[in-house]
């Protein structure tokens, strides 16, 4: 499975220009926490790790906090975002009704071969995420499964809303990857193709919004007690 890529904001540069690279490969570092919520985005030192000129670094800044990603304080440079516990609601509310759409055009578009093709593919990266015991891994598969499962559905922007909203709810699901009790509840994947199979969109609607609604309700303890984000990276590999 593939996730759909983030769509371009409107500050975008020539494919394949040095923005572009400093965008993807920063973009990267944002989605594997190795930027953390609150810090401040140093324009030299990352266009020296980059090997990059500050101006492409720039470039690339602007276009993921008009993304949202990061945030730019008139005067004061860039930061990485926080997400509170309302606007992390406000996101989870988006991709449930995000995701039952699809999810009922999937049902009435979607063809069988690709469904095959789609519950293949699950079951084969959830064994190998399984096998190296990597939650995070676990978590980005969990990704890709609901933006393809949305993609069946064949609308395009509905697939690019809802991989933004992926995008900036990344740290709650290092969260889900790294903390002491994961919920990922892959179980219910399976229920959704089933339902799907059967071009069952009531059921796969309950499905979904059960299976989000346990994610946001998660919320609270998450983000309540403080602004700072409360995960652990994932440990880098000697």
């Known amino acids: 499975m593939r996730a759909a890529k983030a769509p371009p904001s409107k500050i975008e540069p020539a494919r394949g220009s040095a923005g572009d690279t400093a965008y993807e490969a920063l973009r990267g570092m944002l989605l594997i926490f190795e930027l953390r919520p609150g810090e401040r985005l140093n324009e030299v030192q990352l266009a020296e790790r980059l090997g990059l000129s500050r101006t492409p670094v720039r470039e690339a800044l602007n276009r993921l906090a008009a993304e949202r990603l990061v945030l730019a304080r008139g005067g004061h440079g860039f930061y990485v975002r926080d997400l509170d516990l309302k606007e992390a609601m406000d996101l989870y509310e988006l991709r449930t009704a995000l995701e039952v759409t699809g999810f009922r055009q999937a049902c ?103 299976h989000i609604g346990r994610r946001a309700e998660a919320l609270t303890s998450l983000l309540a007690p403080s602004r700072a984000f409360p995960i652990i990276p994932r440990r880098r590999n000697p």
Request: contains cysteine; charged residues 30%; neutral net charge.
């Open 108 to 210: 009435e578009r979607a063809k069988a071969s690709d469904i095959t093709t789609l519950r293949r593919s699950w079951r084969a990266a959830l064994r190998q995420s399984s096998q190296m015991s990597d939650r995070a891994a676990m978590v980005g598969e969990d990704v890709r499964f609901h933006e393809a499962l949305c993609a069946l559905g064949g609308n395009m922007e509905l697939l690019r809303m809802l991989g933004e909203v992926n995008a900036r709810t990344t740290f709650i699901r290092w969260a889900y990857a790294t903390g002491p009790r994961p919920e990922l509840n892959f179980d219910e994947h399976d229920a959704l193709l089933e339902a799907l199979v059967a071009r069952d969109a009531t059921s796969g609607a309950e499905i979904l919004a059960r």
